[in-house]
């Protein structure tokens, strides 16, 4: 009794997996991928504190920061898709400096970026609708800015950013070719240009990065046909 019981078991679990698998997400070769990732985020602050003079300052700040990036990729075999992507991202801060016994100041700070994303993506299936994804990436961005003060001169400084990393993420299907999506942060290595146009100087950086900051969460839709 215990041996048919024991075998009746190995079958229910072997039909049981059988059947989970028959189930699991399959995007399959030659299926082309649409979508867009955007990320939003809103903030601003105000502190009240005593500067050198025994003045009382209050500082107020507020910024906006907008991303967004429209995606194009083709599977090359099952669940492995390469693409391509561009992006536009927008910045602007503006912040006042009040004091009790001189002139209010005024700043504000306004940058916009442009960008090239050939990437490739792989999928990992969790369910019939859920999927894990790591994507590699080339991120390619030319960006400009301008910084004005009411007590000092207007600036400008443009440059370039390259990023070669992994950003994970997830996709949920929410009909048969509809998906939703989300990228989870990024990891890799950054290199920076920059020029200030007024002084003409001149600089470079390069890091390695880890980031789960809001500008690497995005949130999207995708259409797989």
């Known amino acids: 009794m215990k041996r048919v019981v024991f075998l009746v078991s190995i079958f229910a679990f072997a039909i049981l997996n059988a059947q989970e698998q028959k189930n699991k997400l399959v995007i399959e070769k030659g299926t082309w991928y649409l979508g867009g ?75 916009e970026s442009i960008g090239v994303i050939p990437f490739i993506r792989a999928y990992k299936a969790v369910g019939s609708r859920l999927g894990l994804y790591l994507q590699g990436e080339v991120n390619y961005s030319k960006y400009w800015s301008e910084n004005s003060s009411s007590d000092s001169l207007d600036s400008t400084n443009n440059g370039e950013v390259l990023f070669v990393g992994l950003r994970p993420g997830i996709t949920f299907f929410i009909a048969r070719k509809f998906a939703l999506e989300a990228s989870l942060g990024s990891l890799g290595y950054s290199k920076q240009k920059r020029e200030t146009e007024e002084s003409e100087l001149y600089s470079e950086s390069d890091s390695f990065i880890f980031s789960l900051n809001s500008s690497d969460l995005l949130f999207g839709l995708a259409y797989y046909f």
């Open 37 to 111: 990732m955007v990320s939003l985020s809103n903030r601003n602050g105000e502190n009240n504190y005593y500067n050198g003079y025994d003045e009382v300052v209050n500082d107020s700040w507020k910024t906006n920061n907008y991303f967004f990036s429209p995606l194009i990729g083709y599977t090359l075999s099952n669940n492995v898709t390469a693409g391509l992507g561009l992006s536009y991202s927008t910045s602007n801060r503006s912040s006042t400096y009040k004091r009790e016994l001189n002139e209010n100041l005024t700043s504000k700070f306004k940058n």
